[in-house]
């Protein structure tokens, strides 16, 4: 398929906006959508969505949040918590460490954690893929406790105990 734009490179970035049951599509190749960036955020709403999503804050406490948070820069790239909003990105890979408290509720919004753990691939339980789901869970509960999300951690807490008796079922057989 070819770019909508240039109409000469293939269209590697496909878009789909769907509004009340009107479908948009647009098909870009990378140089022009590179070059559409900014027009296609403000079209497709993509700021606006991470923006929605980062808004988690009760009213008040936004309010002094977003006095700090303009003054709160990267010491890296000089973007603030504001440029994030607006843009629906980050400056640089330092501005995950300094915006990471803006970032956490946003990202388990999203993900349902905060920290990324990866894929197993999909094959055949074994009892060592089994002890290492378990202490990936246990250091999921460490990190919620100490965030004080008892939901989440009694929720790992209950997957740990489940995997851990059908591992003991196992090794009795």
Known sequence: ?????????????HLT????????KLHLCEQCAKEKSQEMEEHFGLADLLSGLADLAPVMEEKKEKSAEVSIKCSACGFTFN???KMGRLGC???YEIFGKQ???LLRKIHG?????GKTPAKKDTVGDKVTLISDLKARLEK??????????ARLRDQIRELEKKEKKEGKQ
Do not use: G, Q, W, Y
Not at 1 to 13: P, Q, S
């Open 17 to 24: 906006e769907i509004i009340n049951d009107n479908v948009t």
């Open 83 to 85: 440029n994030f909003r």
């Open 93 to 95: 890979p330092v501005c």
């Open 1 to 13: 398929m070819k770019c909508d734009v240039c109409k000469i490179r293939e269209a590697t970035v």
């Open 103 to 105: 970032l956490s509720p």
């Open 144 to 153: 919620a406790v100490e965030l004080e999300e008892f939901e989440e951690a």
């Open 113 to 117: 954690t905060d920290s990324h753990i």
